[in-house]
């Protein structure tokens, strides 16, 4: 048979595959960081919810949000989500739903509290609490298998619970503008041998 008289069939095949294949690149996914940093960023709600399938980044920071618009669930496919510089004091519970969340930035903001949400983010990588006023760690962080950066820089921390540990993906995590004494950086390094920890210098809080 004539090589040229197969392309047509050659090519329906084709176009057959990618149309079989089309509903799976659609669904929501979890993108390798860097795909993930090669998607756009988008600052608007309003026109992230025109295109929520194409949403994989969003950032609503120093916007003087108060509470976390809901209309976010809609973007099942986000990845990467800026909240920094607002005044939220809580997270709520329904941001669990978005189960391909890999990093998320609230820092500046008025957190006291953890929010335990975070816990359910089983696909965290990068997570920034920095400048909040957090005054402890639960215990269910150490259910964040792939989280690899942490930054709590600039807190008022004093609880550190053992199940820490289970974090073994973590490399980095960054705790200075936080009193410590010089024991309990050697206890948080202890929990964590395999994570670069940056301390400010100790103080002798006890003394």
């Given at each position: 048979?004539?090589?040229?008289?197969?392309?047509?069939?050659?090519?329906?095949?084709?176009?057959?595959?990618l149309a079989l294949a089309l509903?799976?690149?659609?669904?929501?996914?979890?993108?390798?960081?860097?795909?993930?940093?090669?998607?756009?960023?988008?600052?608007?709600?309003?026109?992230?919810?025109?295109?929520?399938?194409?949403?994989?980044?969003?950032?609503?920071?120093?916007?003087?949000?108060?509470?976390?618009?809901?209309?976010?669930?809609?973007?099942?496919?986000?990845?990467?989500?800026?909240?920094?510089?607002?005044?939220?004091?809580?997270?709520?519970?329904?941001?669990?739903?978005?189960?391909?969340?890999?990093?998320?930035?609230?820092?500046?903001?008025?957190?006291?509290?953890?929010?335990?949400?975070?816990?359910?983010?089983?696909?965290?990588?990068?997570?920034?609490?920095?400048?909040?006023?957090?005054?402890?760690?639960?215990?269910?962080?150490?259910?964040?298998?792939?989280?690899?950066?942490?930054?709590?820089?600039?807190?008022?921390?004093?609880?550190?619970?053992?199940?820490?540990?289970?974090?073994?993906?973590?490399?980095?995590?960054?705790?200075?503008?936080?009193?410590?004494?010089?024991?309990?950086?050697?206890?948080?390094?202890?929990?964590?041998?395999r994570t670069k920890l940056f301390?400010?210098?100790?103080?002798?809080?006890?003394?």
């Amino acid at each position: 048979m004539n090589p040229l008289a197969q392309r047509p069939a050659a090519l329906w095949r084709l176009l057959l595959l990618l149309a079989l294949a089309l509903p799976q690149i659609t669904k929501a996914q979890l993108l390798p960081s860097v795909a993930l940093d090669s998607m756009r960023t988008y600052r608007s709600l309003e026109r992230a919810l025109k295109e929520p399938d194409q949403v994989y980044r969003l950032d609503l920071s120093g916007q003087k949000l108060k509470e976390l618009p809901e209309g976010i669930k809609q973007l099942k496919n986000l990845n990467s989500l800026d909240l920094s510089g607002n005044k939220l004091k809580e997270l709520p519970a329904w941001l669990a739903e978005l189960a391909y969340l890999q990093e998320l930035r609230v820092s500046r903001n008025k957190l006291v509290q953890f929010p335990e949400v975070i816990c359910k983010l089983e696909h965290l990588k990068r997570l920034d609490l920095s400048r909040n006023a957090l005054t402890g760690l639960p215990a269910c962080m150490g259910k964040l298998k792939e989280l690899i950066s942490l930054d709590l820089w600039s807190n008022d921390l004093a609880d550190f619970p053992e199940q820490l540990e289970g974090m073994t993906s973590l490399r980095f995590l960054d705790l200075r503008a936080i009193q410590f004494e010089q024991h309990e950086m050697d206890r948080i390094q202890e929990l964590l041998p395999r994570t670069k920890l940056f301390f400010s210098q100790p103080c002798n809080c006890g003394m």
